[in-house]
């Protein structure tokens, strides 16, 4: 199941993608119009859409609605750094014994086809394609073999960064938080359509031009490992995103760089997910 949070007719709710139409959740009572509310949810509520899908009925032609973030405003927003071998590799850095998280402020967040903004205060702007994944239970101590449990399912991230923001802080929170650097999305597809997420093609191009080329086996902590890290610091809640770092090809370290400018695209696909993209706009 791909869903969906979507706007039409000027209301936002959720829905699912079923080929090249969206299954309206107006169509059931049963089905609450947030998408926290609807992972909260759990079961009762993947029940009455999977309903909703078989009746054929309550359709939306997918062209006629604007896709927001799945997750528009995630009560928790983590991302994990140095999780890609090739990719610590061109940073020069030492492989982390642990998985290190910083936290993405939950207002950068954008859904597909939004604008990223390169800000006023700097030309540093950068992409990082990342496969995320979405919490579905609220859970504490999750042992590794328990964690796909407590995963909804994944979508595709893209960690914008303003490097030189980043670079002032350890945390690099502020560099990682500018408005619209979170673009998530096109949807969430449902952990059972997902058998292994460890074995996924990720491909990142800015216009044409394929700038990173990776497999998320390629992951030096896995999605299982991230839960069962994350969860002995801190309940995990319906909603939460955590992102699993980025592979080599990042803008910062090509030369020249290939920090984004305005009027170009960026696209993020994920293979057994879909793709996501942004075009990029000075901030107004």
Request: net charge negative; charged share 25%; proline share 7%.
């Amino acid at each position: 199941m791909k869903l969906v949070t979507f706007t039409h007719a000027q209301s936002t709710r959720v829905g699912a993608v079923v080929d090249d139409t969206v299954v309206d959740s107006l169509g059931s009572s049963a089905i609450p119009p947030r998408m926290l509310d609807f992972l909260a949810l759990g079961s009762e509520a993947l029940a009455a859409m999977q309903a909703l899908i078989d009746s054929g009925s309550h359709r939306i032609p997918l062209r006629d609605v604007k896709l927001e973030a799945p997750v528009p405003r995630p009560g928790k927003y983590l991302a994990i750094s140095l999780n890609y071998a090739d990719h610590i590799a061109e940073t020069g850095k030492d492989r982390p014994e642990y998985p290190s998280f910083f936290t993405k402020q939950s207002t950068c967040v954008i859904g597909t086809g939004a604008a990223i903004q390169r800000p006023r205060v700097s030309d540093k702007l950068d992409y990082e394609g990342e496969l995320a994944f979405v919490i579905g239970r609220r859970c504490r101590h999750v042992p590794v073999e328990k964690a796909r449990e407590v995963i909804a399912g994944f979508t595709i991230a893209n960690d914008v960064s303003v490097r030189d923001w980043q670079a002032r802080s350890p945390t690099m929170m502020i560099g990682k938080s500018f408005d619209t650097a979170g673009p998530l999305g096109p949807w969430i597809v449902t952990a059972d359509e997902i058998p292994d997420p460890h074995n996924l093609e990720l491909k990142t191009r800015v216009d044409e031009e394929l700038r990173q080329n990776a497999n998320t086996g390629e992951m030096l902590f896995n999605c299982y490992e991230m839960v069962a890290y994350l969860s002995e610091a801190m309940t995990l809640e319906p909603g939460d995103v955590i992102s699993t770092g980025t592979p080599a090809g990042v803008g910062v370290k090509m030369y020249p760089r290939g920090y984004l400018k305005p009027g170009q695209t960026v696209r993020i696909e994920i293979e057994g997910i879909g793709t996501l993209v942004n075009p990029v706009v000075m901030e107004p």
